[in-house]
C-alpha cells in the first residue's frame, strides 16, 4: 500500500534552517505532484508548497516565498522541504501528501489522496 514517511523536523532557533524529507512508496512518485503542508492546534491544514509531477513547477504559500525550497528525487522516490530562516510562526506538524488528480488548487488538503504521520517542527529560541 501507499506509505508516506516524514522526517527532519525538530527544535530550532528563529533563523535557523532544518530540511524536511517526505520518503514514499507503494506508488510510482514520479506520476504525482507532491505537497507539503502544516498544522497548529486549533487552525485548518494549511498548504506550504507543491511540486509538480511533469515540468517539476512549484508553488508556495505566500509566507514561505524565499525562504523554502521544494525538491524532489524521483529515483530515490523522497521530496524535500529546504525551511531557511525560519519563523516562530513556521511552528508547526508538516505533512507530505499526493495530490490526486482533481484539477483544483494545489493548497486544498481535499485535493490530495494519501497523507504522511507528519514531523513536528518547533522555531523558538
Known amino acids: 500500500q501507499v506509505q508516506l514517511v516524514e522526517s527532519g523536523g525538530g527544535l530550532v532557533q528563529p533563523g535557523g534552517s532544518l530540511r524536511l524529507s517526505c520518503a514514499a512508496s507503494?506508488?510510482?512518485?514520479?506520476?504525482?505532484?507532491i505537497g507539503w503542508f502544516r498544522q497548529v492546534p486549533g487552525k485548518e491544514r494549511e498548504g506550504v508548497s507543491c511540486?509538480?509531477?511533469?515540468?517539476?513547477?512549484?508553488f508556495y504559500a505566500d509566507s514561505v516565498k524565499g525562504r523554502f525550497t521544494i525538491s524532489r528525487d524521483n529515483a530515490k522516490k523522497t521530496v524535500y522541504l529546504q525551511m531557511n530562516s525560519l519563523k516562530p510562526e513556521d511552528t508547526g506538524v508538516y505533512y507530505c501528501?499526493?495530490?490526486?488528480?482533481?484539477?483544483?488548487?494545489?493548497?486544498?488538503?481535499?485535493?490530495?489522496?494519501?497523507w504522511g504521520q507528519g514531523t513536528q517542527v518547533t522555531v523558538s529560541s
Open positions: 507503494g506508488l510510482h512518485l514520479d506520476y504525482y505532484a
Open positions: 511540486i509538480s509531477s511533469s515540468d517539476g513547477s512549484t
Open positions: 501528501a499526493v495530490r490526486g488528480p482533481y484539477g483544483g488548487s494545489w493548497y486544498v488538503p481535499s485535493e490530495y489522496l494519501y
